[in-house]
T-cell receptor
């Protein structure tokens, strides 16, 4: 089975621009989460979506938004990019069920100049 | 104090050594404990997943959880150069209000020298 797939793999944007990152979960997984990983740090939780509804949000500004589509794929949008938004953006999916772990994709590396 | 503390290393060991990686946490609501391995320019890969105190073994890897001390460990036996990566501990409170989120440590960078 294919794992979590993310596109694009790399992206360079200028301060103030907007970016959209895309994610396809593992087949059969209905829950999708987004994490931000700054160099040298562990991933930080941004959003979780399940059945197209936001189920959790981390401590990120309103410039960050996301949505989930009927096929369970997801988009992360970031407006008014700042230099500090440069990071690896990770998407993860999981089956529903208490004991199901998260499986991550390889991420989108965003560089803001 | 951060919720999850992990020594970032770097840690360098000779091939064949036993490696011990550790995390401490402060949130007693954490119920699920994971170790992920992350190679350079890749996403985290799930290694071990447990939700009870005690030991769980999978091949050369053993995960240990001590909830009373709020301390988790990952042991790697007979370490190989291919084990060279960053190891991330992660924890969750479980599915509360439909939300499932992980809190990660900073990661420990391990190098296994041939």
């Amino acid at each position: 089975d294919a794992g979590v797939t993310q596109s694009p793999t790399h992206l360079i944007k200028t301060r103030g621009q907007h970016v959209t990152l895309r994610c396809s979960p593992i087949s059969g997984h209905k829950s999708v989460s987004w994490y931000q990983q700054v160099l040298g740090q562990g991933p930080q939780f941004i959003f979780q979506y399940y059945e197209k509804e936001e189920r959790g949000r981390g401590n990120f500004p309103d410039r960050f938004s996301a949505r989930q589509f009927p096929n369970y794929s997801s988009e992360l949008n970031v407006n008014a990019l700042l230099l500090g938004d440069s990071a690896l953006y990770l998407c993860a999916s999981r089956r529903t069920g208490e004991a199901s772990p998260l499986h991550f994709g390889n991420g989108t590396r965003l560089t803001v100049t | 104090q951060k919720e999850v503390e992990q020594d970032p290393g770097p840690l360098s060991v000779p091939e064949g050594a036993i490696v011990s990686l550790n995390c401490t946490y402060s949130n007693s609501a954490f119920q699920y404990f994971m170790w992920y391995r992350q190679y350079s320019r890749k996403g985290p890969e799930l290694l071990m997943y447990t939700y009870s105190s005690g030991n769980k073994e999978d091949g050369r890897f053993t995960a240990q959880v001590d909830k009373s001390s709020k301390y988790i460990s990952l042991f790697i036996r007979d370490s190989q150069p291919s084990d060279s990566a960053t190891y991330l501990c992660a924890m969750s409170e479980g599915v509360g209000a439909g939300s499932y989120q992980l809190t990660f440590g900073k990661g420990t960078k391990l190098s296994v020298i041939p």
